[in-house]
């Protein structure tokens, strides 16, 4: 599904990443980890193909960053959806005015987006919370409809950056149990994350990065 070859990337003649080799099969769980400014989110950014590598080549699907056209960028994102640890919500607009903007952005049928709001919000369990605005809700709460959101296109893959930052250690694990859930189903799973705790409460297989250079640290069992 994703395959990282020889990948290096710049920034400002720092070598952020150097010969990153690695690759994800469908329905892979795993974690990425390594220190504050080693390179985590600009990984997860190179996947999505919101940087494009210096070297190297990054195939997602059947899409190549030495090839790839702009134009085809959309296409692309449609199949990886994106968690952040801010949460990335719009303020003013309710939960369900949130969803939809992201199904009204793919031209969903007007029909199919109450339907397909209502399932996204169960399967995520904040059903009742449809009407309420990003504001009046916990952390966790959010953290569950960025999650709805991300899931609401049926991505081939979940990339998630730091979804556990702002949690408490409880809501956390909790966050943990419904990617899994949702890996479970078949969407590959990528969480960069500062968080041991939630490493300890898995098998799944890990990366790190370290000055640039990405080591499999656990293969999953
Ligand atoms: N647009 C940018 N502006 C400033 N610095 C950047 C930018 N892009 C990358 N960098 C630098 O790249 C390095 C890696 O940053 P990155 O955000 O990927 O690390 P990280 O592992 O996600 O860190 P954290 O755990 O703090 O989120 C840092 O040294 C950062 O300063
Ligand atoms: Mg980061």
Redo the contacts with the bound molecule.
């Keep these: 599904m994703l395959e990282f070859s020889d990948v290096g990337f710049t920034?400002?003649s720092?070598h952020?990443l150097r010969s990153v080799t690695f690759g994800m099969k469908y329905g892979e769980f795993v974690f990425l980890i390594?220190?504050?400014?080693?390179?985590?989110?600009?990984?997860?950014?190179l996947i999505y193909f919101n940087?494009m590598p210096d070297s190297g080549e990054i195939i997602f699907e059947n899409y190549s960053s030495r090839l790839i056209k702009p134009s085809l960028l959309p296409l692309l994102r449609r199949k990886i959806g994106i968690i952040f640890q801010d949460f990335k919500l719009i303020e003013d607009r309710t939960i369900y005015e949130n969803l939809a903007f992201v199904l009204e952005t793919v031209n969903t049928p007007a029909k199919k987006i109450k339907k397909r709001i209502t399932e996204v919000l169960g399967e995520v369990g904040i059903s009742h919370k449809i009407k309420s605005y990003p504001k009046e809700l916990s952390g966790g709460e959010k953290q569950r409809v960025a999650i709805a959101r991300a899931i609401i296109n049926e991505p081939l893959l979940i990339v998630a950056?730091?979804p556990t930052g702002n949690l408490d250690p409880g809501t956390s694990f909790e966050i943990l149990e419904l990617l899994k859930k949702i890996n479970n189903r078949g969407t590959a799973v990528l969480i960069?994350t500062?968080n041991y705790e939630l490493l300890k409460k898995s098998s799944a297989r890990i990366l790190q990065?370290e000055n640039g250079i990405l080591k499999e640290v656990r293969n999953s069992v």
């Design positions: 920034y400002h720092d952020i390594g220190k504050s400014g080693s390179g985590k989110s600009t990984l997860l950014q940087l950056d730091e960069a500062h990065l």
